[in-house]
């Protein structure tokens, strides 16, 4: 499967407008794991180094795990509820 993410973050988002192309990234927390509040710590993270990285700040204390959503089967259901609640999801999906 092949997962698809709408970032929040209006640095990423601004970049996203400027390309021509899709941007393919892996996630920088390893399931399960913390999620990484800092370049330093994202980067501790992976194995091997990317070719780029953009630092923007930590990421405030508040932020969540994105939600996950698998639209692979004959019905939707929620991996991982982040910020996006499943009422929400369940109202734009079940329309």
Do not use: M, Y
């Amino acid at each position: 499967t092949v997962g698809f993410r709408i970032p929040d973050h209006p640095l990423i988002l601004r970049l996203l407008r400027q390309l021509d192309f899709p941007l393919a990234s892996t996630s920088a927390n390893r399931s399960g794991r913390p999620n990484a509040q800092t370049v330093t710590q994202a980067l501790a993270e992976l194995s091997g180094t990317p070719d780029a990285v953009v630092d923007a700040g930590p990421l405030p204390a508040a932020a969540r795990a994105s939600t996950v959503i698998d639209l692979s089967g004959k019905s939707w259901r929620i991996l991982r509820e982040g910020p996006i609640s499943a009422a929400a999801v369940k109202c734009l999906l079940d329309e």
